[in-house]
T-cell receptor, first 113, second 115 residues
Framework: DQQVKQNSPSLSVQEGRISILNCDYT??????FLWYKKYPAEGPTFLIS?????DKNEDGRFTVFLNKSAKHLSLHIVPSQPGDSAVYFC????????????FGKGTLLTVNP | EAQVTQNPRYLITVTGKKLTVTCSQN?????MSWYRQDPGLGLRQIYY???????DKGDVPEGYKVSRKEKRNFPLILESPSPNQTSLYFC??????????????FGPGTRLLVL
């Protein structure tokens, strides 16, 4: 049972445009959500997170939106840059879960110059 | 430099030959974890440790062992590796001081091939 779903394996956008990566979850106990970025031959690096008490969190070009009723979150990157090309993982955790992160399968973002 | 290190980075072995992948962090983090990444499956947690001498199973613990004798080290042990353990392995750590999910810092990965 996949509790965190990233239904788009890949996404291609033009430099300067907006990239929108989507993530759905099924476990209503999840209350904290994170996005990680991964380049080839490197470990995932933390990008941005959001608590369930918020519906939006911004950090520079990156914004995460959370829709709890729909159990959906999205990552917006504006403007997209070629250096943003990477695999993006959505992850979630539940309070009291001993910090266990449940990851989605990832979305490969390609930003074309 | 704050980091999580893993060794070796690449390993080819044969079925049944015991191996250990080391993980070390220099951030004084209490929480450490092992994941494996497989095509189409994302990252799945193998084992985690809340502190020294405290370990617990993740989602896919079968065929693996861990130990946490020191705060900075969290080795992953494959007593009798099998081909289905061919994967990319990541170690991660976080402070876990506040009770909320902390940002986990990942090592560079160990690519394992079991023949």
């Amino acid at each position: 049972d996949q509790q965190v779903k990233q239904n788009s394996p890949s996404l291609s956008v033009q430099e300067g445009r907006i990239s929108i990566l989507n993530c759905d979850y099924t476990n209503s106990m999840f209350d904290y959500f994170l996005w990680y970025k991964k380049y080839p031959a490197e470990g995932p690096t933390f990008l941005i997170s959001i608590s369930s008490i918020k519906d939006k969190n911004e950090d520079g070009r990156f914004t995460v939106f959370l829709n709890k009723s729909a159990k959906h979150l999205s990552l917006h990157i504006v403007p997209s840059q070629p250096g943003d090309s990477a695999v993006y993982f959505c992850a979630a955790s539940a309070w009291g879960s001993n910090y266990k992160l449940t990851f989605g399968k990832g979305t490969l973002l390609t930003v074309n110059p | 430099e704050a980091q999580v290190t893993q060794n070796p980075r690449y390993l080819i072995t044969v079925t049944g030959k015991k191996l250990t992948v080391t993980c070390s962090q220099n951030m004084n983090h209490e929480y450490m974890s092992w994941y494996r990444q497989d095509p189409g499956l994302g990252l799945r947690q193998i084992y985690y440790s809340m502190n020294v001498e405290v370990t617990d199973k993740g989602d896919v613990p079968e065929g693996y062992k861990v130990s946490r004798k020191e705060k900075r080290n969290f080795p992953l042990i494959l007593e009798s590796p099998s081909p289905n353990q061919t994967s990319l392995y990541f170690c991660a750590s976080s402070y876990s001081g506040t009770g909320f999910t902390e940002t986990q810092y990942f090592g560079p990965g160990t690519r394992l091939l079991v023949l």
